[in-house]
């Protein structure tokens, strides 16, 4: 087994909303309901549920762009070698951790600033850490936008965002990411917005840099069929809760969870000689099996690897 | 018998930076019941095709020339008062994102009557109530709908409602644009299944217009691939994919990923799709086809010509692959 990079326990993300402009009551939304995974080095996680089930609150909260509110991230610490909870991580630390941990988004049309050039866009986050001088931060910028194919490098430099394609801005999005030299990129739905012979290019380049930099990462997608290309294991969430995470091939040919087979079986199949069996799934009750609501649903492990949210595994085996 | 025929149909848009022609030669036919797909990234003309159709385009747009002809009867030439015969009752439309188009302080019911009162003047408001109830059930929705206010339902309700108002003035032809796109894929699939509901029991003809080629390959007969404004490829859907004849359909399926089958490498395409601003003649495939060399013509268009039954293909390139 390998060295974990990451390990989430129990990650709680809970959102205050108040009743009304006049109402005094609060309640609760439980974004994220205490979930729990391990990212090993080098390796790629797919997080995949529909819209709404808390994927980009995870993201968000993973790369701490909002304040988790329970639960623990511990992150490994290769000055001590040992894992290292983020709670405990202050200034300078703290900052460190910060730039292994980057994020992709989803838009590439809303994530660049319209008014810099491409080459002030890279050489942002160098800035804000402060590394190296101003030549070796060039230097940097032109390595990096040969590595993401953007080439010759003089020639994207000085050009403005509205003037790249969509695949094109999602390159400079990755190097932007990559030049921070993080050890933990998360992805949220990174091509979701690009055209398919665009987006296998893209998808392609991150699974290379993910070889070469060695590099993890957390891919968001509502989308199986892209998870299965880019993610080593899958976990699927639902209502906050991971209900099922394995494999990524023995999830797809030995699902377990009822809202697993569904979402499988709900995937349009390319190729107009197969027919697709539809896992018919009542949502009412597949809130019973979820909610049954106050205790903790406990993981069962029904194969090495392959865990499913139940009390009962029997019952759904 | 073919509900409608479209022949060497050409639309263009005037801009400041010149014109932009957005559906080039274009010719299909739709069978009366049967379903048929336009696939191609976005910017291929897709939704221009669809415009023309209903000559819905916006104002600079304009169709050069070229036949429609639906029912046996050419609408391209027809006054507005004509085409508002032909629309909605002859072809409907569901448009992409069209379950955010609904007016927000209107009920669901009352807006889909107004459609109804303007095509059908005659029927009372408890007959069109009676009718929208119909649909609701075709559809999948609860009778209660009919008197709720748009942001009370739920993106997948709202696009159900959306199929319901395109079939409640009883069309032939359905022209359904990226119905699903902004949807989840477990509403997709139950959107997808209510489609193929609605087309079976009531008997329509559907044109269905998506990027993704699985939803094409699961929901069409027949189908046409569309690059930089012109069909590339047309045919049968089953044999599209099991012989796909143009390096750019090939290049579509190649990139398409799956959960089913052994995992395989998928291949992209290099390049971008090129401007549709006019420019001189030539093939517009050529900057990214893999068969490009000097046997290729750079004066002459594409032609199609045919390859199997029904199926056909960009002559140039059909040769080569």
């Known amino acids: 087994m390998s060295k974990n990079l990451l390990e989430v326990k129990n990650l709680e993300k809970y959102f205050e909303v108040s009743g009304g402009l006049f109402s005094r009551n609060k309640s609760t939304v439980k974004a994220v309901d205490g979930i729990s995974f391990d990212i090993p080095f080098g390796s790629s996680l797919g997080l995949v549920g529909q819209s709404g089930c808390g994927k980009t609150t995870t993201a968000r909260a993973l790369s701490l762009l909002d304040p988790k509110t329970g639960g623990n991230i511990n992150f490994y610490n290769d000055e001590t070698s040992n894992m290292q909870s983020i709670d405990e991580l202050e200034g300078e630390e703290l900052k460190k951790f910060r730039r292994n941990i980057q994020m992709i988004f989803q838009d590439p049309y809303e994530s660049l600033n319209p008014r810099w050039n491409i080459k ?67 992805c949220d739905e990174p091509t979701s917005m690009l055209d398919v012979s665009i987006r296998i290019s893209i998808m392609d380049l991150m699974l290379n840099l993910a070889k070469d930099l060695e590099v993890s990462y957390l891919y968001i997608t509502h989308d199986l069929a892209v998870a299965r290309y880019m993610c080593d294991r899958i976990a699927v969430m639902f209502n906050g809760k991971i209900v099922e995470i394995a494999e990524t091939e023995e999830l797809l040919s030995n699902p377990i969870h009822p809202y697993t087979k569904r979402l499988i079986s709900s995937i349009p199949i390319p190729d107009p000689s197969y027919k697709r069996e539809r896992y018919e799934l009542d949502f009412s009750e597949l809130d019973n099996i979820i909610a049954n609501n106050s205790d903790e649903l406990p993981m069962a492990e029904v194969k090495s690897g392959h865990f499913v949210a139940t009390h009962d595994v029997k019952g759904l085996l | 018998m073919n509900i409608l025929e479209v022949k060497d149909l050409n639309m263009s848009y005037k801009t400041i930076d010149g014109n932009v022609d957005a559906v080039k030669d274009v010719s299909f036919t739709v069978k009366q019941g049967e ?38 009867q050419n609408i391209v030439n027809l006054s507005e008062a004509e085409l508002r015969e032909v629309r909605w009752s002859g072809i409907s439309i569901v448009f992409q994102g069209a379950m955010n188009s609904w007016n927000p302080v209107v009920k669901i ?28 059930e075709i559809v999948g929705l609860e009778d209660s ?40 894929v477990v509403i997709q699939d139950q959107i997808l299944n209510e489609i193929r509901k609605v087309q079976d029991v009531l008997g329509l003809s559907l044109i269905y217009i998506s990027h993704d080629i699985a ?41 398409t ?60 390139n059909a040769e080569k692959v």
């Open chain 2, 109 to 136: 019911g009352e807006q889909i009557r107004e459609a109804m009162r303007e095509h059908y003047p005659n029927k009372t408001k408890d007959e069109n109530t009676k009718k929208i109830l119909e649909l609701f």
């Open chain 2, 257 to 316: 990923p799956s959960v089913v089958g052994d995992k395989v490498k998928l291949q992209s395409l290099d390049g971008e799709p090129p401007s549709l601003i006019s420019k001189e003649k030539g093939c517009t495939f050529a900057p990214r086809c893999p068969y490009k060399d000097i046997s290729c013509n750079p004066e002459l268009d594409m032609q199609l010509k045919e390859v199997g039954p029904n199926h056909y293909v960009d002559a140039c």
């Open chain 2, 35 to 72: 379903s048929f797909g336009l696939v191609g990234e976005s910017g291929c003309g897709k939704t221009s095709v669809a415009m023309s159709l209903l000559q819905l385009q916006a104002d600079n747009g304009k169709i050069t020339s070229g036949e429609i002809i639906f029912d046996g």
């Open chain 2, 145 to 184: 709908i009919i008197d709720r206010y748009p942001h009370e339902l739920s993106g997948g309700m709202k696009q159900r409602a959306v199929i319901a108002l395109a079939l409640s003035c009883d069309p032939k032809l359905i022209i359904a644009d990226e119905p699903t796109t902004a949807l989840d």
């Open chain 1, 120 to 186: 002030d866009i890279i050489l942002e986050p160098l800035n804000i850490h402060n590394i190296g001088n101003l030549k070796d931060r060039e230097e940097a910028v032109y390595e990096i936008l040969k590595t993401v194919g953007l080439t010759p490098p003089e020639n994207y430099m000085p050009r403005y965002p509205h003037e790249l394609s969509g695949g094109q801005r999602q390159r400079v999005s990755i190097a932007r990411t990559l030049i921070m030299k993080p050890k933990f990129v998360v």
């Open chain 2, 215 to 255: 939803v094409i390959a699961e929901m069409t007969d027949n189908m046409a691939v569309m690059y930089a404004g012109r069909i590339v490829e047309r045919g049968p859907t089953k044999e599209i994919f099991a012989n796909p004849k143009h390096s750019y359909t090939k290049s579509l399926l190649e990139s």
